[in-house]
């Protein structure tokens, strides 16, 4: 374990934010049956040396106690004397994190994001075009077409987690795990927050276009 002492105040800074996060994701009924996780970096550190609160595994997210969150470092070990175990998932935001430099990573399962990944996911991607909220990722440009990449959900993270790398797309803020879920992440809560209501408001969007269409 690597254990390091990050302030107190940027510690309890990240664990108001990530609380006020989950709470309002837990609203939307964002984390079925204890599903889900969140990070959040903390303090000034350099892109090698990084540390990030994140939420603990197994947890029912839809309430809030003083064992929700702990923090880890680049590598997704507990940083801290902690008898919380980290999400499951922690390699893929330790991932997210080396590959963009971004300052948060929210993971979601909702049914429009689980079925519209599975429509998707032979193909491997999810084809975008004419839809304004993209804007919401910084994409400004008239008609754009964009992709969201789609992995398949592995049972062992770490297979899943050096899969990343290949298919993260700088300025696509998010993929989609097959029949699993999203990952959106952004420079700061608010960012990543914004992403992944975007995605989401996409993936309802397609869901309903595709029966339309029928
Ligand atoms: C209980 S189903 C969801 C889990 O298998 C997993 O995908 C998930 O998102 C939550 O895992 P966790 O270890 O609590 O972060
Ligand atoms: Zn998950």
Avoid at 11 to 26: D, M, N, P, R, W
Avoid at 96 to 106: H, L, N, P, S, W
Wanted: with cysteine; proline share 5%; aromatic share 12%.
């Amino acid at each position: 374990m690597s254990f390091v002492n990050i302030p107190l105040e940027h510690k309890q800074a990240a664990l108001q934010e990530l609380s006020g996060i989950k709470e309002q994701f837990a609203a939307r009924h964002w984390f079925p049956g204890t599903s889900g996780n969140l990070s959040l970096r903390v303090g000034d550190y350099t892109p090698e040396n990084f540390h990030f609160a994140i939420t603990a595994s197994g947890k029912d997210k839809s309430v809030s106690t003083p064992s929700d969150f702990l923090f880890v470092d680049q590598d997704g070990r507990p940083c801290e004397t902690t008898g919380l175990k980290p999400s499951a998932e922690t390699l893929i935001h330790c991932e997210i994190y080396r590959e963009t430099g971004c300052g948060a990573v929210f993971h979601v399962h909702t049914v429009f994001n689980n079925l519209v990944s599975e429509y998707f996911g032979e193909q491997g991607e999810v084809p975008i075009q004419g839809l304004e909220l993209i804007k919401a990722f910084n994409i400004w440009e008239e008609n754009a077409a964009i992709t969201i990449p789609v992995l398949p959900n592995y049972a062992e993270i770490p297979k899943i987690a050096e899969l990343v790398s290949g298919v993260l797309n700088q300025s696509i803020p998010g993929i989609l795990l097959r029949g699993h879920g999203i990952y959106a992440w952004g420079q700061n809560a608010f960012e990543a927050k914004r992403h992944l209501e975007a995605f989401e408001f996409i993936f309802e969007y397609i869901y309903r276009d595709l029966l339309l269409r029928k």
